[in-house]
């Protein structure tokens, strides 16, 4: 039976994740920590053989963490982030693995199969260890670097012309084939760019996708009922509803600082 510490500051997540890790029925939790120095401490008293670790955290992330512990602890490491692009294309090149929240079992199954494998010695070699850590310096290099300016304008066309849109004024968007349905107050407008080129461009700290069709603007939430299978609705200021799918759920969660048990059954 393998030995395992979970440290993520999200409540729910955290849970989900000890659960998870239970379930495998090959390793015990010896630890759930709720912050980064916590995980030091504990990763250091008990030298635990995996290490599922949030990147963000309050007192110390995640790569301070794996600093402070090298040298004198040793746990297969699978990064749990919110963190995409970027960090995706660094941790997805090794080993052991990442979970991008939000992640489905099947996702952590795999993550927790190749770090089982690096603890019985089927893992990455040492070159491969000596890639990871370029990588993470490459990445910590380039998260410290300034953020690029979110999209705050755009046009749309009405009655042949030209509408400029305050992105903060959107409630939602709605993806319409290679279109993007636009939902400002009791009014709609079509924008010819898809989900897929319009989300990046979004300030991540005010929007948040919450189904494949759907993108909200956190600001018009006010309240979250749950639903059927795990998805939950979104009720908006101005009495919009919105599915939220089960795949967003924690993220949404995360989000609104649903810490406790408040949204635990959204």
Same mark, same amino acid.
């Given at each position: ?65 794996? !600093?402070?512990?090298?040298? !004198? ?15 995706? !294309?660094?941790?997805d090149v090794h ?13 952590f199954k795999d ?13 990455? #070699? ?78 991540? !700290? ?7 069709r759907f993108i909200? #603007? ?19 200021? #101005? ?28």
């Open positions: 039976m393998l030995t395992a510490i979970v440290a993520d500051d999200e409540k729910l997540a955290r849970r989900r994740l000890v659960r998870l890790i239970e379930e495998t029925g090959d390793a015990e939790v010896v630890a759930a920590c709720a912050g980064g120095r916590e995980a030091v401490d504990q990763t250091l008293s008990l030298q635990p053989q995996l290490l599922f670790l949030d990147v963000q955290m309050p007192d110390l992330d995640g790569f301070g963490v794996l !600093r402070e512990i090298t040298g !004198r602890a040793s746990p297969a490491t699978v990064f749990v982030t919110a963190f995409d692009q970027y960090a995706v !294309r660094a941790f080993a052991v693995d990442y979970l991008l929240k939000p992640f489905d079992t099947a996702r993550a927790f199969a190749r770090a089982k494998d690096r603890v019985t010695g089927h893992g990455r #070699n040492g070159a491969e260890d000596d890639r990871m850590r370029a990588l993470l310096a490459d990445y910590i290099a380039n998260a410290q670097q300034p953020a690029k300016q979110s999209l705050d304008r755009v046009a749309v066309r009405v009655d042949g012309v030209l509408k400029v849109i305050r992105t903060a004024d959107v409630d939602w968007l709605e993806t319409d084939g290679n279109y993007i349905r636009l939902h400002v107050g009791g009014a709609s407008h079509l924008l010819r760019m898809t989900a897929a080129a319009i989300e990046p461009q979004l300030d991540q !700290r005010a929007f948040l996708r919450v189904h494949r909200v #603007n956190v600001d018009r939430i006010v309240e979250v009922q749950p639903w059927f299978a795990g998805d939950a609705i979104l009720i908006l200021r #101005n009495g919009a509803k919105l599915r939220v799918s089960r795949t967003y759920r924690e993220r949404l969660h995360a989000r609104l600082g649903a810490r406790g048990e408040a949204l635990e059954g959204a």
